[in-house]
């Protein structure tokens, strides 16, 4: 049988020491390792995996005097396995080191390139960490540094947004699934929910949909509160009311972002600010698309709460690039029944009112309301895009009040009312194609789905005619000199005017010569490797199936693809040829077969939280050293496609 070769003791690979890593993990609980330590104990340790005798001693004095296990069990244990069983166990310890190895290396890879943009680095997208302050989260995308994960541009055309106050409708068994059924059945790309009454910053995957959801309740508060319960839990006598015990973090707020499988891929950045702002960017085309869905405060609320709220969004809106398509969803709360002068060009003639209402019937708390709303829209160039669009006042009304057990109507405006919004920046409000409610969904609230057909389309371009230059296959040594026989001849024969470019003369000789004896390769050809003959085929398929000749077609079909094989074969035993030739032959062979290894990037910390991009270089900090080097690895910071 072959004996298995240990690996090399070297400084990266710190993997080897199985026998007493659990026991210096134990010891070094730093959040770094000590490498100037490691480097004075890794000659004393054991070497690939075989233990150095009497390691209890040499250990002592480095190890603040420890003492270790006796080594006689794993000794007697050695014995007993089989030299089939040893070779296994020396082959997976060596697999499993190879693999930490090739997980430092992409951890590295990742922070070395994202240590150039380092101080271009946004907040975290999911879970914060315990020591980032809130203030923190007003950071905007950044503009030169590009510190999202890559995404793909997704045209903004047929996109349907829509906004929903759900009161509380997550918090039961079937909530998820009710959004769900909701977006599949009314087709909604991007859903702003309001009123989640989520506790947590987090993001959930059900059934291809993606949910973000924001809050106010900070970690450290969930953290104070937990223990809080815990205390009261031991006590027999409880000195906190149940109801107390459950205000301590519980959100009262709470939004979300939604969006479906189609907007997946074009995510750029989720900035979740508290539990009334959530600002979501989407790598659009022709330009991104920023999706801010709030939840502002009703008219009861003190003005305190008025004040921090529209603070807050108007710093989150104003970090928003001008030139991109900014969009405001949500419950705003508040009542226009009225079109003022100077309000036209923000808000359209279709409003939902009776003929005689008129500002004077709100009161003043919701005369106060509807004039911080207008201020914010004027001063950030919005257009109430639920206002620009006839429809009948059932499609029009968003919210009933108690005195209303449906949306069945009559409609007036002391049991409905309109106050979810849509709203979109003056230079892209033609791209809102549609606006109207719909209360055809199961999710039990006051409050009807806002749906909003959004499309861009942009005047096309004309392109310039670019000349192409021609490509050849490649010659045989007959047309090479044909080629070169018929060059020399121009060149002989033809006078060149000194008023002309020399230079474009020679192109042109050479080009026309080569028109001349070479053969081109149609501009439809895509794989370099395919022949005349194949393409000859392909051609007299396509041309006998536009004259309906479907079996002449089958059996055209099958040389076609014998001859692809063949041309293929015949390409890449060229390619070896010439490699052998260079001196490369192994390396060439190994890039052709090289099997695609994907590079994860969704990872969990410690704590089972979702690391984002912008936090990954920090976390990959703290997991390296103790985990990824010396000791066992953390099984929560694993990447989740490997979990499967």
């Given at each position: 049988m072959k004996k298995v070769g240990t690996a090399k003791n070297t400084y990266k690979n710190k993997g080897l020491y199985t026998k007493h890593r659990r026991k210096l993990n134990s010891y070094y609980t730093a959040s770094t390792f000590p490498h100037s330590e490691w480097r004075e104990t890794r000659s004393l340790l054991c070497s690939g995996n075989k233990t150095v005798p009497g390691p209890k001693s040499q250990l002592t004095t480095l190890l603040h005097n420890s003492s270790f296990k006796s080594t006689t069990n794993q000794a007697r244990n050695k014995h007993k396995r089989s030299e089939a069983a040893l070779a296994a166990r020396k082959s997976n310890g060596k697999a499993k080191r190879a693999s930490r190895r090739r997980l430092y290396r992409q951890l590295r890879k990742c922070?070395?390139?994202?240590?150039?943009?380092?101080?271009?680095?946004?907040?975290?997208?999911?879970?914060?960490?315990?020591?980032?302050?809130?203030?923190?989260?007003?950071?905007?995308?950044?503009?030169?540094?590009?510190?999202?994960?890559?995404?793909?541009?997704?045209?903004?055309?047929?996109?349907?947004?829509?906004?929903?106050?759900?009161?509380?409708?997550?918090?039961?068994?079937?909530?998820?699934?009710?959004?769900?059924?909701?977006?599949?059945?009314?087709?909604?790309?991007?859903?702003?929910?309001?009123?989640?009454?989520?506790?947590?910053?987090?993001?959930?995957?059900?059934?291809?949909?993606?949910?973000?959801f924001s809050t106010s309740i900070s970690y450290e508060d969930r953290i104070e509160a937990e223990k809080t319960r815990q205390e009261q839990y031991n006590l027999e006598t409880k000195t906190i009311t149940p109801l107390e015990l459950y205000n301590l973090d519980a959100e009262k707020h709470g939004v979300a972002i939604v969006y479906s499988q189609k907007m997946r891929q074009c995510k750029?950045?989720?900035?979740?600010?508290?539990?009334?702002?959530?600002?979501?960017?989407?790598?659009?085309?022709?330009?991104?698309?920023?999706?801010?869905?709030?939840?502002?405060?009703?008219?009861?609320?003190?003005?305190?709460?008025?004040?921090?709220?529209?603070?807050?969004?108007?710093?989150?809106?104003?970090?928003?690039?001008?030139?991109?398509?900014?969009?405001?969803?949500?419950?705003?709360?508040?009542?226009l029944l009225e079109r003022l002068p100077h309000e036209q060009d923000i808000i359209g003639m279709h409003i939902f009112r009776e003929d005689a209402s008129s500002i004077d019937q709100l009161s003043e708390k919701q005369k106060d309301n509807r004039s911080r709303f207008i201020t914010f829209c004027q001063e950030n160039g919005f257009v109430i895009?639920?206002?620009?669009?006839?429809?009948?006042?059932?499609?029009?009304?968003?919210?009933?009040?108690?005195?209303?057990?449906?949306?069945?109507?009559?409609?007036?405006?002391?049991?409905?009312?309109?106050?979810?919004?849509?709203?979109?920046?003056?230079?892209?409000?033609?791209?809102?194609?549609?606006?109207?409610?719909?209360?055809?969904?199961?999710?039990?609230?006051?409050?009807?789905?806002?749906?909003?057909?959004?499309?861009?389309?942009?005047?096309?371009?004309?392109?310039?005619?670019?000349?192409?230059?021609?490509?050849?296959?490649?010659p045989s040594e007959l047309q090479i000199q044909e080629f070169n026989k018929l060059v020399t001849e121009k060149v002989h024969t033809q006078n060149f005017p000194l008023s002309q470019d020399p230079f474009a003369e020679w192109a042109n000789i050479l080009i026309s010569a080569a028109l001349t004896c070479f053969t081109t390769i149609p501009p439809q050809q895509r794989k370099p490797y395919i022949s005349d003959t194949a393409w000859e085929l392909l051609c007299t398929k396509q041309r006998q199936n536009e004259q309906g000749l479907l079996h002449e077609a089958r059996e055209t079909e099958s040389k076609l693809r014998k001859q692809i094989r063949k041309d293929k074969r015949q390409y890449i035993q060229a390619q070896l040829e010439e490699m052998d030739e260079h001196g490369y032959r192994w390396s060439g062979i190994k890039r052709l077969k090289k099997k695609f290894v994907p590079l994860h990037t969704k990872f969990r910390d410690s704590k089972g939280h979702y690391v984002s991009e912008a936090m990954f270089p920090e976390k990959a900090a703290e997991y390296s050293p103790r985990f990824a080097w010396g000791g066992r690895p953390h099984r929560r910071f694993i990447s989740v496609r490997e979990r499967g």
């Open positions: 922070h070395d390139r994202q240590a150039t943009y380092h101080d271009t680095y946004t907040v975290a997208q999911d879970c914060p960490s315990e020591n980032q302050t809130r203030s923190e989260r007003y950071l905007a995308p950044t503009q030169n540094g590009k510190t999202e994960t890559d995404t793909t541009k997704v045209p903004f055309r047929d996109i349907k947004l829509a906004t929903l106050n759900l009161d509380g409708g997550l918090n039961h068994l079937s909530g998820r699934q009710k959004v769900i059924h909701l977006m599949t059945q009314n087709k909604i790309d991007i859903l702003a929910l309001q009123e989640t009454r989520i506790n947590t910053d987090s993001m959930e995957n059900h059934e291809g949909y993606t949910f973000y750029y950045n989720i900035r979740q600010i508290n539990g009334r702002l959530l600002v979501a960017t989407f790598n659009t085309c022709p330009v991104k698309t920023n999706i801010v869905a709030v939840y502002a405060p009703h008219a009861g609320r003190s003005v305190k709460d008025k004040d921090i709220f529209y603070r807050d969004i108007q710093t989150a809106v104003s970090t928003l690039p001008k030139h991109e398509i900014n969009i405001v969803l949500g419950d705003f709360n508040a009542r895009c639920n206002t620009w669009y006839q429809k009948s006042l059932s499609k029009l009304v968003t919210y009933r009040n108690v005195a209303a057990p449906n949306f069945q109507g009559p409609y007036t405006t002391d049991r409905y009312a309109q106050l979810d919004y849509v709203l979109i920046n003056q230079r892209w409000k033609n791209c809102i194609q549609n606006v109207e409610t719909n209360d055809q969904h199961a999710v039990s609230t006051d409050h009807k789905l806002l749906v909003a057909e959004a499309r861009v389309k942009l005047a096309k371009r004309k392109k310039a005619d670019v000349c192409s230059h021609p490509k050849f296959r490649q």
